[in-house]
């Protein structure tokens, strides 16, 4: 059984950083895509970062491409998500996924399993 635990949400002002951590049990990260969602009230969910090919490959989008990092460790069996230069409009609900069944996609539909969520607010 897959189990998803985020942690190191919280609040912090514009321009901050934070560095969300999944760890993982029930499977191996660097054999599945791991994915990091957000979802804002009111918004729908959407990808902010996966990596796949056993971490050799990563995917962001322009939203955060350039501020947001995700990386994997093997022997933690933990995914992160380092968020530098954060903007109000990242303030969101932050959820890790993964997927058993499919390939990387930034559909959400597509991912199997999800963590509880971790919740970031940025302030101006």
């Known amino acids: 059984q897959v189990h998803l635990v985020e942690s190191g949400g919280g609040s912090v002002q514009a321009g901050g950083s934070l560095r969300l951590s999944c760890a993982a049990s029930?499977?191996?990260?660097?054999?599945?895509?791991m994915a990091w969602f957000r979802q804002a009230p009111g918004k729908e969910r959407e990808v902010v970062a996966f990596?796949?090919?056993?971490?050799?490959?990563?995917y962001y989008p322009d939203s955060v491409k350039g501020r947001f990092t995700i990386s994997q460790d093997s022997v933690k069996n933990t995914v992160y998500l380092q968020m530098n230069t954060l903007k109000p409009d990242d303030t969101a609900m932050y959820y890790c996924?993964?997927?058993?069944?499919?390939?990387?996609?930034?559909?959400?539909?597509?991912?199997?399993?999800w963590g509880q969520g971790t919740q970031v607010t940025v302030s101006s």
């Open positions: 029930g499977i191996t990260v660097g054999r599945y895509c």
């Open positions: 996924a993964t997927t058993t069944r499919y390939l990387c996609d930034t559909n959400p539909a597509r991912f199997t399993d």
């Open positions: 990596i796949y090919l056993g971490g050799t490959s990563t």
